[in-house]
């Protein structure tokens, strides 16, 4: 799509700046969606289950990260210093508590129904995801809440080949890039990273292993959260504007992107998530936004359809 | 010995639910015909037989539903299309006009009999329900329960969006020479958008009272008919040869099919009859509440009927009917008029219809967790709902009597 | 009991292989459960697929009902391909199961348990189900009756008819399972290590029963199995994986000689 795209406008107005910018903001928004898929997948590839709420663990990451900037007194006129200070404070803050509470929804919601039919905890995650929306409808309200706009998400930091950069771009990306390499690494090296592994593979054989299998799974869920709530500040941050309804298509939308990128499989549902901002992107630019959702789910069903094993391969154990 | 306990019990249960109709079929008589007590009732029964279409796919089948709205809203703008001013340019500007009489028969736009319109809503639903599940049912359960949900947003958005999409020519072009199809006018939409489509015409029956607003009893009465009807196929396909191998499906999916149990077809039968009973009670309640408006499409219905499912018990088809009238008060009745003081009494600053989404959710959690065979599980959902076959009553040998025969 | 249920009249002429498979192949990623297998049952026969753990037979079974693709290779059951048949297609063509590890529908009584298996031979569809005309109510009634019949002939007693099958033992939840396979009559049975899990006595037994069915049944049986007394006393013909592969074939007796299969089994002290 974005090729035919790029076609269409060379021969339309014989540059690629517009598809260029297309795909820079798909990339940028992407980003938040790559941070929440990595906990759809990560969760789904250990325990099998779509955690439904996930999106809404975002949304209430978000809403921490609005609380505390009034905590912390940030606004337009903080200093430089102490903004970029605030921020990695809230960064803070809203990771963990949006870890917690994912952690929670788990021992809670999830655990006890370990050995119950599948449906059952796919029944909890949704109805968590509803109260989750509740809490956000009772905290600010059912309509949009428009954030300081800390970093000027819109402003021109600078431009390449008539691509406009602008600050909220670059946080996007530059702060998602650490967080996955980060993640990345940790579960390729870290001894709970290679339980994670192990207890996604064959929860089993992990528990005969010697792995505290319940451990780990609490620790994927953590995890994950703490990935939604780095999200949701983000998104606060960029968008500048934030509702209690934003967990629900962020958390479709994630979920798409951790099945095209193959569920259990980090670094893919890292691509989807890129791949559905830029269809985003593409689609609210030439289409029209109304019509974006319907794009998206339209893409969504696709996916699940024609590729239900991902893009890129690599599934977790056989059901069978 | 024990059939004769089982007998006593088929009499017994045959005397439950005579008592139950007979009930239904009495109350309207004690209660004024224009209260909202009515009103509320006459949604219950619509909801009861959403609830026992839904139980269909999730309940005897196991497949989680995640978008049964797709149903409501297909039935609903079936009625919307065929019972109302909306096409107003069809047929020249003189409308069409089936089997109606009164003042729908005067107006422009189609207008046809409503029971023609049930049809037509079961016959689109089901070709939609055959659409959607062919595909879709192949996944593994958990990507169903996504992908349904995609589809019921895709419809809703759809509708809401629905304005511009121009109907008119591609008909005229493709289909209007047969003679069948009528001329829609060249600028006939899908929907009517945001704004919905209203007033929809009044159901129109003959041997009954004038259905009004403010005459609820021949609505009530019509909507009773339609739990019956839905009820009974619930029961009937519930033990049939159908029902068996739907819960050997639910029980353990690679034996039923090694035992020749086709798995799309199967659950393809339940997703259609499914969709078509949403269809039929999407048609009413067009008609029923006057609108057909895309804000009523939207997830938070598909699991409004869910909860309904879910505290009732899943397959359980009297625990269904009791869930959906339950949850149909609570959220016409107790929540709006009842409780709504509530947290303002208790110095909280919300009104309660503020949570109904967290309500609906807190009952799907705490049901699950607490007791998810339901409030009148089903025979066999019990012990299935316990992760049975992995410990308890496996043990073999101790001879307890927990059957009841089929 | 007479010769067995009311069978179904077959149409066409029993064919001379009832099913054959063809340099059947699996891979599972990297491993190669089953590597170019040939392999055929003859018409009333009984032959039997032995190996150590892992050797493939469950897989080569799955690939025969159906529930495995195979990688490569194909199936036919007589004159027809069935390499990409669905397993409900499978069982329409008159091939049944057991499983290594009982796979009963545990929530059913044992009499619903085989009802299930005579699906495949019914034909009430969603209207049949609803409306319940005379013809669908004597379905239902022969299939009720049927099982039963079924669960006699493979000795559950009658007291146990309805009960849950996970309130049955060991034993007879096997042949639970058995009864449910020859419900959708078969002519060719699949049986996986239908001993496992029996002490001698019940495996003497119920090999003598596995000789009954094909007498009374007039059907051909293919039998995974470990206990060696069983494979010797019952089959006709036997076949050797290890590692997927077939490292032998033949007559029981030359089969236990075959210095392959003494090696594949070393240690293993299988060879009874
Ligand atoms: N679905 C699957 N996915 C991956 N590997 C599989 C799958 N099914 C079987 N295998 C592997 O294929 C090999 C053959 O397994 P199979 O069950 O066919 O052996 P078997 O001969 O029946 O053994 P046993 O005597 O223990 O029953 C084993 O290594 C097994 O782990
Ligand atoms: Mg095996």
Redo the contacts between chains.
Sequence with gaps: MPVAFAIHDLSADGSLVRIGNNLKDGISNGAIWALVALGYTMVYGIV???NFAHGEVFMIGSFIAFAAFGWLGLDLTTAIPLLILGLALTLLISAIASGALNGMIEK??YR??R??????????A??????L???G??WLG?SQVSVPDLIGSQNLLFEVGGIDITNGDALSILTTIPLVLGLTLFIDRARMGKAMRATAQDPDAARLMGIDVDKTISATFLIGGVMAGAAGLIYALYQTTIWFHQG?EAG?IA?TAA?MGGIGNLRGAVVGGLIIGCIQQISDNRIGP??T??IV??F??LV??VR?RGLLGEETRQ?? | MSSVLERARRIDQRFLVAAAILFAVLLPFFFDSGSPFMDDAVLALAYVVMALGLNVIVGFAGLLDLGYVAFFAIGAFTMGWLGSTFYSESNGGDGIHILVTGAASNLPGIHINFLLVLVAAVVFTTIAGVIIGLPTLRLRGDYIAIVTLAFGEIIGQVAANGDQIKIGPIWDATLGKLPLIPDLGSSATLTRGKLGISPVDKIDLPFMDPFTSLNSRPWYFVALGLVLLVLFVNVRLRDSRLGRAWLALREDEVAAISMGIPTVKTKLMAYGTGAALGGMSGAFLGSFLNTVNASQFEFLFSIFILAMVILGGLGSVWGVVIGAILLSYVNSWLIPDVLNGLPGQLGLDFDLTQVSFAIFGFILVIVMILRPEGLIPERSRKQEMHGIGAGDTAGAGTDVELGEAG | MSAGPEKAAAPKPAPEVPIRAEGLTKKFGGLTAVSDVDLELRAGEIAAIIGPNGAGKTTFFNMLTGLYRPTSGRIRRGQRDITRARPDQITALGVARTFQNIRLFPTMTARQNVMIGRHSRMRAGIFGSIFRPPWVRNEEREVWERAAEELRFVGLKPELLDRPSTALSYGDQRRVEIARALASDPEILLLDEPTAGMDPRESGELADFVLRIREERKLSILLIEHDMKVVMGISDRVTVLDHGELIAEGDPAAVREDPKVIEAYLGRGATA
């Design positions: 099998e289950l779509i809670v919601g006890p129904l050995d119950a039919p599948k449906l059952a905890p796919l029944i909890t949704v109805g968590f995801s509803f109260i929306q509740n809490v409808v009772l059912g629900f479709l979920f099945v109304e019509w959702p319907v789910f339209a969504l069903v699940m359809l239900p059901a069978g």
